[in-house]
């Protein structure tokens, strides 16, 4: 087997996401709310293909909408006014693992090809953050852009495609062998847990 590309998933298997929970749970203690929901709405749209990443972000803000309680209006401006800006401010503080930088350069002086692709929108300013850069990855995607949330299939065939290879030469790198693992392997990929440091 052949390995001509590797997809890295970025929260909790680039950083500790338990180092970032708390952080991010005290910027949205007014929040709490629409922090169960957003994680529940997602949880209820995973796997599913949109036809674009417009799609998705309306499916995606009228169910949270429902499920906090709040306007689609009001849950979009606390999503990107509030939520994403309090997890790029929480990675500040954490940094990416010890290996992550090292094994990302190793592969790109191997010439494989190396994607990032996050559940969350903002990956570019979450890496950043890091103190990872951008250009380590030939790509840098998300799952709304793919137009579906792991473990979507067709998003993890979107991104073969793109690359120009067979999925059966790509492995994905995650923390989650429920969205991570499971498109991985539903899409013919090859998979491998990340646990920690």
């Known amino acids: 087997m052949k390995i001509q590309a590797v997809i890295f998933d970025l929260d909790g298997t680039l950083y500790s996401r338990y180092r970032v929970i708390p952080a991010v749970i005290w910027r949205n203690l007014r929040h709490l709310r629409l922090l169960y ?18 799609v998705l972000k309306e499916h995606f803000f009228i169910l949270l909408s429902l499920k906090s309680g709040k306007s689609v209006e009001y849950a979009k401006n606390w999503y990107y006014n509030t ?30 090809k190396i994607v990032l692709y996050s559940d969350y929108d903002c990956a570019g300013e979450k ?23 792991k473990p979507c299939v067709e998003s993890f065939r979107k991104i ?9 030469s790509v492995v994905v790198v995650g ?7 499971l498109g991985a392997s ?9 646990t920690g440091e």
């Open 127 to 149: 890496l950043a953050a890091l103190g990872l850069r951008p250009e380590l990855f030939d790509i840098v995607t998300d799952s709304f852009a793919l137009g579906g949330f």
């Open 186 to 194: 539903a899409s013919g990929m090859h998979y491998l847990k990340v």
């Open 175 to 181: 923390d989650r062998a429920d969205t991570d693992g």
């Open 37 to 54: 929901a957003e994680r529940s709405s997602r949880r209820g749209l995973a796997g599913l293909d949109f036809p674009g990443k417009d």
């Open 160 to 168: 073969a495609d793109m690359l120009g290879v067979e999925p059966h």
């Open 83 to 112: 939520y994403m800006p309090s997890q790029v401010a929480a990675l500040r503080n954490v940094g990416a693992y010890g290996w992550a930088k090292f094994v990302l350069e190793t592969l790109k002086d191997e010439g494989k």
